[in-house]
Every structure is written in structure tokens, then in C-alpha cells.
């Protein structure tokens, strides 16, 4: 079934593409993989739409229709690169447009990771502040320090290092995210992590539930109640065949489409998440 325009408008601000920039080998799934997804609309249930996810050890693969157009998204970590495909064309560019994105992965870099952002970025520095219990979680506190035009900002985060995720983000002026750890729950016989996720400032406060599968870090349900944002179903762990991440042979390369705001309303370009100007602002610690 193709998805309508409110649905991908929806469900885009939900899913994210991995991480930054295509580099987050670090925060990648916990194993291979393929599933099926689905886009549920959380104001209309019955305007879905269904696709495949193909994650293997460095790569991905995501396609499903939109618009009546079939397209693929390969991702490649070690080379960088993000591909869209549209089968029907025998087509490909470089890059993201409109392609049905996979929920990225339930795993943050870590203070202390050798590849984490306070080991790799200069303008970084973290102080181990102790630890503390947080909703029955065991945590450890830190205190990320980034400097900026002559002020230091402190953003403080409370990090379950077991499952590599954080509890308790408090920057010092800005939104406060919080998880709670609902319970374990069986989906398709999987022990799947059920958390409450809220987000304050001042007085306004925004709460969704997330289940996250515990095996593979993957998000299998977003929403709040029956109407789910997004499914992840029918996991089966496993290698995947390699051809599924390479461009196959006979497809022409083509120049992307222009970012749909500059073709006037609608929905916004599909990139990558960038961190914020001001880094008090920004909405998750990774």
C-alpha cells in the first residue's frame, strides 16, 4: 500500500536516520537482522504503509512505496555513503529523498566510549560527577561541558552504561528528557523494552511511549495506546546477503531532487539529524 503525504509528514519526524553525518559504527544495531516495517498514521490507523529493513553488520537496507513509487535506501558505514534507488526507473542518486527511514538504533556514544563525542571532539569535556538511582536504574552522572563565544554550557546526563542509553538529559537552559522504564514485554516472543519517554520545559511536558527490542536496540513500536507511529515485526536474526547493500548493475546515476522546501510547503528535505547552533538547545545528548 502507498503511503500518503500526512502519513510520511507524520512518521518522518518520528524515525531519524542513524546518526550523524553516517558515522555512528558506534551506535549501530546489536546484531544482523531483517524485519518488516510498518507506518501506522496517528491520527488516521488506517493510513499505513509497509516495507522491509535488511541491517547487516555495517549496512542497511530500507525500501517500501511511497507516493506509488518504490524506493530503496542503502546505507554504507565504512564508505560514508547514502543511496536512494527507484527500482522502477532503474535509478539512483546520492543521498536521502523521501525514502521509508528505519528507526535508528536505541544506543547512545557514551562519556567514556573511545569513540564518543567527548574523545573525539575538542570543543567537548566530561567530568564524571558519580552515581545515582534513577526510576530503579543504576546510572552514572555526567557533566558534558561545551564551550561556545566565550560561556561555557553544561548539559548533565544520567547514562544506564549497561544498555549504553541515557536516563536523564538536563541541559541548563533548555528541555529536560527523562526515560522510564515501564517493564519487559513479549512482542512476537521477544523481550522487548517498554519505556516511557518525557520531555519538559517550564510548563509544557510531552510524553510517548517507545518499546525497544532488548536483544537488537532496535525500536519496534512508536505511539501512545493502539495507534502506533511505526512497527518493526516479523525479526529474524541473521546474516544477510550481501548484495542487498551494493548498487545493482544497470542503474544509471541521477542528480538528487531538489529539498522539497524549496518547491514550496510540504514536507522537509530528508536529512540527516544536525546538532543545534546553540548547544543548550540541543534535544539529545548523541
Known amino acids: 500500500m502507498s503511503m500518503s503525504r500526512s502519513l510520511f509528514k507524520s512518521t518522518l519526524a518520528a524515525l531519524a536516520v542513524l546518526t550523524p553525518g553516517l558515522a555512528g559504527a558506534a551506535s549501530w544495531y546489536g546484531a544482523p537482522f531483517s524485519a518488516d516495517t510498518v507506518m501506522v498514521s496517528p491520527v488516521d490507523p ?21 507516493q506509488g513509487t518504490r524506493k530503496v535506501l542503502i546505507v554504507n558505514i565504512p564508505e560514508r555513503k547514502a543511496y536512494t534507488l527507484i527500482p522502477d526507473r532503474k535509478e539512483y542518486h546520492e543521498g536521502l529523498s523521501e525514502a521509508l527511514m528505519p528507526p535508528r538504533p536505541d544506543v547512545e556514544k557514551m562519556p567514556d566510549d573511545p569513540q564518543g563525542p567527548c574523545k573525539l571532539d575538542p570543543q567537548l569535556a566530561c567530568t564524571h560527577d558519580g552515581s545515582e538511582t534513577i ?144 548547544p543548550r538547545k540541543a534535544p539529545r545528548y548523541q
Open 135 to 278: 526510576h530503579g536504574i543504576q546510572t552514572e552522572k555526567w557533566s558534558v561541558k561545551a564551550k561556545g563565544q566565550g560561556a561555557q554550557h553544561v548539559v548533565r546526563i544520567w547514562v544506564d552504561a549497561g544498555r549504553r542509553i541515557v536516563i536523564r538529559q538536563q541541559p541548563d537552559d533548555g528541555p529536560v528528557m527523562e526515560r522510564k522504564l515501564l517493564g519487559i514485554e513479549k512482542i512476537e516472543g521477544r523481550d522487548t523494552e517498554k519505556w516511557e519517554i518525557t520531555h519538559s520545559f517550564k510548563e509544557r511536558k510531552n510524553s510517548y511511549q517507545q518499546w525497544v527490542d532488548a536483544a537488537l536496540r532496535i525500536p519496534v513500536r512508536l505511539g501512545e495506546g493502539r495507534q502506533a507511529a511505526m512497527e518493526v515485526t516479523a525479526i529474524r536474526e541473521g546474516p544477510q546477503d550481501a548484495a542487498l547493500f551494493q548498487l545493482p548493475a544497470g542503474y544509471k546515476q541521477v542528480n538528487p531532487p531538489p529539498p522539497l522546501g524549496a518547491e514550496g510547503p510540504g514536507l522537509p528535505p530528508a536529512q540527516p539529524p544536525q546538532p543545534p547552533a546553540d
Open 46 to 66: 488506517k493510513d499505513r504503509a509497509s516495507g522491509k529493513l535488511y541491517v547487516g553488520a555495517d549496512r542497511l537496507r530500507s525500501e517500501g512505496v511511497y
